[in-house]
């Protein structure tokens, strides 16, 4: 009897032994997926990151032409993409590609992500460049984020402070995956979401990024209207700089509703060139639609 009480004692034992690994287990692993945005925890799968890939030699890629005014009209163009552009996407398993072969391709978005004379020259009258598809995928690497992309941010950037987020800004400034800042102004005739999306009124080429504590310095190749650079040479690629600051000041707009759960809606606050810009970096919900 005594051996028999033993035996279920050692096994209650053990039984929480290995509850007790498991619950540490997953709340580590849980703790590794999230982050703490001004005293909220957010998975990080509501953080706005991106897969970036570098093209390792020049590729022809189909870019997917979209209608302004009816996202579901569109044509396809094939063009070049020119060797070492970073472009932010991901890759699409093994399936049946549009020259008939099975492969798998990359995915990559265009729209206000690469500098818009990029894949927009020569566009049709009210259309613009959506996305990307290219393969095969082995003359692309995978790399870090690049320095001169904001944190947990897609590079648009709004005027305005905190109380801005709230309104429609005038000015938005993109850092592009392939290293350009361009500035838009908005476009009040379009729909909401293409408000910032075309031809940029100014646009320079980030030749070189040094990081120095919460600031960025994105060395320009050329002058932005618009914004604030520092002249830092008289020649070469590396003339003018434009500092990019974090202010560190995360501000939340979460809401929670019942059918979609907590919704998750935080903001940063960056100076740029001296003037406070916000960008949004976090975005989704609990419950997916």
Same mark, same amino acid.
């Given at each position: 009897?005594?051996?028999?009480?033993?035996?279920?004692?050692?096994?209650?034992?053990?039984?929480?032994?290995?509850?007790?690994?498991?619950?540490?287990?997953?709340?580590?692993?849980?703790?590794?997926?999230?982050?703490?945005?001004?005293?909220?925890?957010?998975?990080?799968?509501?953080?706005?990151?991106?897969?970036?890939?570098?093209?390792?030699?020049?590729?022809?890629?189909?870019?997917?032409?979209?209608?302004?005014?009816?996202?579901?009209?569109?044509?396809?163009?094939?063009?070049?993409?020119?060797?070492?552009?970073?472009?932010?996407?991901?890759?699409?398993?093994?399936?049946?590609?549009?020259?008939?072969?099975?492969?798998?391709?990359?995915?990559?978005?265009?729209?206000?992500?690469?500098?818009?004379?990029?894949?927009?020259?020569?566009?049709?009258?009210?259309?613009?460049?959506?996305?990307?598809?290219?393969? =095969?995928? $082995? #003359?692309? *690497?995978?790399? !870090? &984020?690049?320095?001169?992309?904001? /944190?947990?941010?897609?590079?648009?950037?709004?005027?305005?402070?905190?109380?801005?987020?709230?309104?429609?800004?005038?000015?938005?400034?993109?850092?592009?995956?392939?290293?350009?800042?361009?500035?838009?102004?908005?476009?009040?005739?379009?729909?909401?979401?293409?408000?910032?999306?075309?031809? =940029?009124? $100014? #646009?320079? *080429?980030?030749? !070189? &990024?040094?990081?120095?504590?919460? /600031?960025?310095?994105?060395?320009?190749?050329?002058?932005?209207?618009?914004?604030?650079?520092?002249?830092?040479?008289?020649?070469?690629?590396?003339?003018?700089?434009?500092?990019?600051?974090?202010?560190?000041?995360?501000?939340?707009?979460?809401?929670?509703?019942?059918?979609?759960?907590?919704?998750?809606?935080?903001?940063?606050?960056?100076?740029?060139?001296?003037?406070?810009?916000? /960008?949004?970096?976090?975005?989704?919900?609990?419950?997916?639609?």
């Amino acid at each position: 009897m005594k051996k028999q009480l033993m035996c279920v004692l050692l096994g209650v034992t053990a039984a929480m032994a290995i509850s007790l690994i498991d619950t540490t287990t997953v709340q580590a692993a849980y703790k590794y997926r999230t982050v703490t945005i001004a005293g909220e925890t957010v998975d990080r799968d509501h953080l706005n990151m991106s897969t970036y890939y570098k093209a390792t030699k020049t590729v022809s890629v189909k870019i997917e032409y979209e209608k302004n005014t009816d996202e579901t009209k569109g044509y396809t163009k094939t063009m070049k993409l020119p060797k070492g552009t970073i472009v932010a996407g991901m890759i699409v398993p093994k399936h049946k590609l549009s020259n008939g072969k099975w492969d798998d391709q990359l995915s990559f978005v265009v729209e206000n992500r690469l500098n818009y004379a990029l894949f927009n020259r020569n566009v049709r009258k009210g259309y613009r460049a959506g996305y990307g598809i290219a393969y =095969p995928v $082995s #003359t692309f *690497k995978k790399i !870090k &984020t690049p320095a001169y992309m904001p /944190t947990w941010s897609y590079g648009d950037l709004y005027l305005g402070g905190a109380k801005a987020i709230d309104t429609t800004s005038k000015r938005s400034a993109q850092i592009t995956t392939n290293g350009y800042v361009e500035l838009h102004e908005i476009n009040k005739n379009a729909t909401l979401d293409e408000q910032y999306t075309g031809r =940029p009124y $100014s #646009t320079a *080429k980030i030749a !070189k &990024t040094r990081v120095k504590d919460a /600031t960025r310095y994105l060395y320009l190749k050329g002058k932005l209207k618009g914004l604030k650079t520092v002249r830092v040479g008289e020649k070469g690629a590396y003339q003018y700089r434009l500092a990019l600051m974090n202010r560190h000041q995360p501000q939340n707009r979460s809401s929670y509703d019942d059918d979609r759960g907590e919704y998750y809606d935080f903001y940063s606050l960056y100076a740029l060139g001296g003037v406070t810009y916000y /960008t949004a970096i976090t975005s989704g919900s609990d419950v997916e639609d």
